[in-house]
T-cell receptor
């Protein structure tokens, strides 16, 4: 079975440019999570969706960050304009609706973003 | 917010040795999970625990959900070089909704 798919795997961009990260969750999973990982702050939850609806976006750093989930098989995380401090690895994860496995999040390979 | 204290931060062991790491919290957690992350990859779920006192194994890995619901440990028996990576604990607290709180990770190095 295909796991969570993220693209691109690596992104290098200049400060001020728009960046779009993409995620395809595991088929049948109803929850989708976006995380950011840095050495200083570890894994931080940015936002999560349930059935394509954003539930908690309190982790989104600021208005420059936005996330959408137009359908059950696709989500985007956009940064506009990007800044050097946004450099990090961004992970997408999904989990099933099954209450016995509700918290078992499955992570994608991540997108390593470098903003120069 | 809720925090998890994971220890040790790093471990350097010889192949064949057993490994133990733990995670503690000041508040009660309903679920504990253990993940492993290798360089350039996302965290991979190893074990999920849902009941206080629960002891679950996955191959050479064994994890337990503490009776107080404020801690969990992960043991790796007879370590091998491919066990190298960062091990994270994660938990769902009583007030966290669907959010997981992650520990800071234990970096494991296994010398052949």
């Amino acid at each position: 079975d295909a796991g969570v798919i993220q693209s691109p795997r690596h992104e290098v961009t200049e400060m001020g440019q728009e960046v779009t990260l993409r995620c395809k969750p595991i088929s049948g999973h109803d929850y989708l999570f976006w995380y950011r990982q840095t050495m200083m702050r570890g894994l931080e939850l940015l936002i999560y969706f349930n059935n394509n609806v954003p539930i908690d976006d309190s982790g989104m750093p600021e208005d420059r960050f936005s996330a959408k989930m137009p359908n059950a098989s696709f989500s985007t995380l956009k940064i506009q304009p990007s800044e050097p401090r946004d450099s990090a690895v961004y992970f997408c994860a999904s989990s099933p609706i099954d209450p016995t496995a509700y918290y078992e999040q499955y992570f994608g390979p991540g997108t390593r973003l470098t903003v120069t | 917010g809720q925090q998890l204290n994971q220890s040790p931060q790093s471990m350097f062991i010889q192949e064949g040795e057993d490994v133990s790491m733990n995670c503690t919290s000041s508040s009660i957690f309903n679920t504990w999970l253990w993940y492993k992350q290798e360089p350039g990859e996302g965290p991979v779920l190893l074990i999920a625990l849902y009941k206080a006192g629960e002891l679950t194994s996955n191959g050479r890995l064994t994890a337990q959900f503490g009776i107080t619901r404020k801690d969990s440990f992960l043991n790796i028996s007879a370590s091998i070089p491919s066990d190298v990576g960062i091990y994270f604990c994660a938990g769902d607290g009583e007030t966290s909704g669907s959010r997981l709180t992650f520990g800071e990770g234990t970096q494991l190095t296994v010398n052949p």
